[in-house]
């Protein structure tokens, strides 16, 4: 007993208090470090770009010299891209989770197997899609080095994204809402499309915003699958050649002179005015939605 | 009673409706089955060509000079630098963050600083590749001039800091799964609120942070456009990480920036690299998963 009140004692001195207040700051500083990165890296792009990033590099194809050199090209390609990765991913990773939540049997064994079979691809590096995409779309399937070929490739790396987080979506639907829906005799079907999705759809749709920018900063799989690093004209088809935004940007951060590398930033600065617009978009909707459930 | 027109066509689309979404999810099955074939069947053609002995003992790797040397070791030992210095930064700044944000911060200050690791987690590595060659480069030349323009240093850094949000999201889940009374009842025993942290919190929640870690570093082997820009394209056999290096990645970026023709053992070599790192980071991941899964079920 007398042990016990000597620790006690020892609980409250001072340099334990001293201690604890250490830790605090420690760690205070730790947290504070991102926010410091986040802040010079902003800086150093806005820094380095400025002056370059106008009107004219946003219309102006690519050229050997930088004070010419524009990303109206990577621009395009990014666009057709990404646009056609929207279209191809969001319809099969919604269905994929409405599969999973509303029709499967979750105790089977081959339903379990899909599911620990998306939480596996989602780990999988994005290199390896995009050999993936070299192997099956640029030569089995012959679409080439395309736009196309790129899409669907981008279309398996986000998959995992979109199905998991439409998958949180649907499993927040109340129970009770679609009890009503059966009650008064609607197929599966039409609880779905009357009761699940109307009420998920906040959520899936930040999932698939968080996804979509995802691949719109993906530059590995597309350099595997073959996205150019000059391209001087604006696509026309799927089956165009084509460059991104990051492919494009890497392009101009490999070269040795010190003019590409402001090119380079103001690159940067194009691409993260689009995903910091969309990733604010999609927190947006999240915090509204939260709010309802609440 | 016959049913109804309307009702007859519902149960119509209702069946197709079930068919069409079980073909989606049929898709990434699809995927995972082909990825492990394509790298199983191009491997075992350049295996065929290449001993597997001189692929894991031979120390040079030159696989478009001649003569070619396929040692697969320098590239090895360039993904072992990037990984391990990225994780010496992610894994104590990314575990501090998520102490600070489960623990310590006022919910006000929460709201602010998540949403701006949510942004660094969304911001592409060709940024961070760009960061490390214009900014952490230049740095470390001012400390240690002897450095070279590309090195396994800068990148692994960039690389530390680019992971750092996630090591701190998946460590706060797990610390946030923390029950409060087990706080609480440390606290009606005198603790400080270190003690709190450091004998309860962390102990509680340790098998979600050891498998945040596993995580990390299957991220940092897997990173590709920052050790692209800025780790350098020598594939040397060294662990000075002042030199310029190559990784697993950086090689098959490469290579792919070059015109090769299928079929090829270059061709092969790609594929060969692309196994490996496949196999790698599956490895790690489904280690992280099963340290959880043993975690529950102790628990019950």
Redesign the interface.
Known sequence: MKDYHDQLHNYNTKPKVMLNRLFYIILLVMTMFSVFVLAILLYTIIRDSWGWFNWDFITSMPSRKAENAGIYSALLGSIWTIGLTALFSIPLGVGTALYLEEYSDKANHINRFIQLNISNLAGIPSIVYGMLGLAVFVRFLAFQRSILSGALTLTLLILPVIIVSSQEAIKSVPTNLKEASYAVGMTKWQTITGVVLPFSIPGILTGSILGVSRAMGEAAPLILVGAAGYINFAPKSVFDAYTTLPIQIFNWTSRPQAEFQKIAAAGILLLLIFLLTSNAIAIVIRNKYQNRID | MEPSKTRKR??H??NI??R???L??????L??A??VY??FS?SFIFFKEVSIVEFFTSTKWSPTLRPQNFGVLPLLTGTLMIAIGASLIAI??GL??A???SE??PKKVRKI?K??????A??????Y???A???ITPLIRVFLPQTQIFNALSASIAVG?MI??MV?SLSEDAMMAVPDSLRKGAYAL??????V?LKVVLPAAISGIGSAFI?AI?RA?????IV??AAGQSPTFTLNPLNSIQTM?GF??NI??GDIQ?GTIEYQT??AI?GL??FM??SL??LA?WIVKKQKEKLG
């Open positions: 519902a149960l689309i209702e409706a079930k069409t979404v079980f989606f999810s049929s898709i990434s099955v995927t995972t082909i990825v394509i790298l191009e104590p700044f501090g963050s102490i600070y944000l310590y911060a600083l949403p701006i690791l949510e942004i660094l969304g911001i592409p590595s060709i940024v590749g760009f960061f060659l214009t900014v800091i750092i949000p701190a005198g603790s400080t609120q270190l003690d942290v995580l299957s082997i897997g990173e590709t456009m692209a820009i990645t098959m970026v792919s920036l299928h790609l594929f692309g790192l496949f980071t599956l991941n489904i998963r």
